[in-house]
């Protein structure tokens, strides 16, 4: 079937460390890869996104590359600040239907 | 600006009572979907729809219904509302099913029910 695993979280960093949040997918055909985010009561947003194989997504000092051979959309930022504080979920999209499928979560904590 | 709006942010319902949670989208979308979230669970797809009066069933569609009369709105409905929909239930659209880019969300409703 179709699923998507993230690190378990919370990530707790001090600010400007390195950020590696992993991701890894199954799925059949060709997805879409998107990484969004979830500020504290807020809905999702999307933070950025990789539709083939080798693309790399980016935003914000965020990025993420579509890595076929390992089926990997590891989110990275080189320095992280307070404000990053909040929920990143990995998600594929299904080209056929438009579902979209979601990782578990993680949460980031970003200290000063 | 890309906007879905949902009816309430916060709910409070008792066990046995109907529950409609309202989503509208201004985009022209033809995908519209119902998640909930819950913690540790990530978001899990309960009802989708491709087109109008059309719908599918997600991954956990038990207990719930839905309603697509037209194009801009998607009610998700609680038949008989129990202590395990308390949730945070969030809506989405997205552009079709054939021509796929990202889906945009709504602020989320998080429904207790008592």
């Known amino acids: 079937g179709n699923s998507v695993t993230q690190m378990e979280g919370p990530v707790t960093l001090s600010e400007e460390a390195f950020l590696t949040i992993n991701c890894t997918y199954t799925?059949?055909?060709?997805?879409?890869l998107f990484w969004y985010v979830q500020y504290p009561g807020e809905g999702l947003q999307l933070l950025l996104k990789a539709t083939k194989a080798d693309d790399k997504g980016s935003n914000k000092g965020f990025e993420a590359t579509y890595r076929k051979e390992t089926t990997s959309f590891h989110l990275e930022k080189g320095s992280v600040q307070v404000s990053d504080s909040a929920v990143y979920f990995c998600a594929l999209g299904l080209s056929n239907t438009g579902k979209l499928i979601f990782g578990q979560g993680t949460t980031l904590q970003v200290k000063p | 600006d890309v906007k879905v709006t949902q009816s309430s942010r916060y709910l409070v319902k008792r066990t046995g009572e109907k529950v409609f949670l309202e989503c509208v989208q201004d985009?022209?979308?033809?995908?519209m979907f119902w998640y909930r979230q819950d913690p540790g669970l990530g978001l899990r797809l309960i009802y989708f729809s491709y087109d109008v009066k059309m719908k599918e069933k997600g991954d956990i569609p038990e207990g719930y219904s839905v309603s697509r009369e037209k194009k801009e709105r998607f009610s998700l409905i609680l038949e008989s509302a129990s202590t395990n929909q308390t949730s945070m239930y969030l809506c989405?659209?997205?552009?079709?099913?054939?021509?796929?880019?990202?889906?945009?969300f709504g602020q989320g409703t998080r429904l207790t029910v008592v």
């Open positions: 799925a059949t055909g060709y997805p879409s």
């Open positions: 985009m022209d979308h033809e995908n």
């Open positions: 989405a659209s997205s552009v079709s099913r054939t021509r796929y880019t990202e889906a945009f």
